[in-house]
Each structure stands twice: as C-alpha cells, then as structure tokens.
C-alpha cells in the first residue's frame, strides 16, 4: 500500500472525505471504529481523529477549542458529543487538554481506565503529605459524591463563592486526570454537569479494575 493510498484510507475511516457524522447512531458508530479522538484538533497537530473533523467531514480549516464558541459547527458537534456521554457510548477524559477534550469509545474505555483510574474508586481520596490532591480537590470530590450530577455553578456555591472557577477547575482536572469524576452533561446555562465515575458508568469501572496493566497494554 503507497503512502497516498494510506492517507486515503485514513481520511475514509476519520469521516474528512465527505461523509459527516451527524446522527447519534453514525457518531456511535464513528468513535467504536476508531476507538478514541480528541474534540477539536490540537496544535501543533497530532496523528489522532477529531470529532469535529468528522461531524463537519473534513479537515479543512477546523476549529480548535479556543474558536469554537464563535463557530455554529462546533455548538452542533458538542450537542452530538454531550448525547453520547447521556448514552455512555463513550467517554471523556483529560488526556491532552481540559479544553480538547478526549473522546474514548465504550467498548475501549474500561482498557483505558485499568491503564490511568484508580484501583478503589469508592474510597475518597486522602489528604497527607503524600497525597496527589489538594485539599480543594478532596472537598470538590466529597460534594460532587454527594450531590452529583452537579454543575460547576453549583458545585462553586456549595464549596464557597469565594472560590475562583481557575482554582476549581484545577481542582476537577486532579480529579478527573484519574478518572475518578467526569463530565456527564452540558447545559448552556449552567455549563458542564459532573459525577463520580463509579457511579456514573458501575459496569466500564468495575471491568476496569478487574483488568491489569498488562492486560490493558495488550489488549
């Protein structure tokens, strides 16, 4: 197979030949054909699909995270995308950029949970010296396990209003980098709505757990 013939193959399968992906079935089937994809393309750009490359079927002059409010393809793909977390038929995570966003495919996403989650989800996470959280993180968990799905907005007035959104959403990005909450909804007026991951998707994290490292890498 030449070169050409292997971007051709590439773009057919990443939906940037002209087939756009916009129902809920052709966006299900797209992230189970590819497995993961980044929400807008990154830059300097990397090897891996978009999703708004594919919902918009092509690659030419794509948003990326920091235009996509002006951009009515963009509103149209993240209405797609949020239907697809509602459905688990795929997830999120915070691989690459809060702002990207990364896509994992259901049927891939409990390989990718025993490779980057946490092996006991249900115990909250523990202040100490050692501890990979901060102490805002630890509260931020405590009240979304407790009053989850719940905004930001919300999740800020409960903590305190004092608290900046800067520092909670350095807060969500401890938790959610090891996949112990995750973006689960989107409202325009309240934003992104979060859960506790074991709660949210029991059967993905519990399959995840079970699975080792080893088997994850091989899988």
Known sequence: MTEQELQQLRREKWHLSANPVHTIEEARGFIESVGFCLMYPLRP???????????????DRLPNWQH???????????????????????YEANLFDENSGFLVAASVFPYFY???GER?????????????Y??????TFEV???????????MRETLGGSISFVALDHALGELWSKLRITRVDYNPNEGASWDVLYRWSPDAVREG???????????
Do not use: C, Y
Not at 134 to 139: E, K, P, R, V, W
């Open 45 to 59: 750009p990397v090897l891996v699909p978009s999703f708004i490359g594919a919902f918009i079927g092509s690659d």
């Open 209 to 219: 757990v079970e699975l080792s490292v080893v088997e994850a890498l091989s899988a």
């Open 114 to 116: 025993a490779l980057v």
């Open 120 to 132: 006991n989800p249900k115990q909250a996470p523990k202040a100490g010296r050692r501890s990979e």
């Open 134 to 139: 901060s102490q805002l993180a630890l509260d």
């Open 68 to 90: 996509a409010f002006a951009d009515t393809r963009a509103q149209e793909a993240t209405e797609l995308m949020v239907r697809l977390l509602r459905e688990r038929g795929a």
């Open 144 to 154: 979304i396990r407790r009053d989850g799905p719940i905004s930001k907005q919300k």
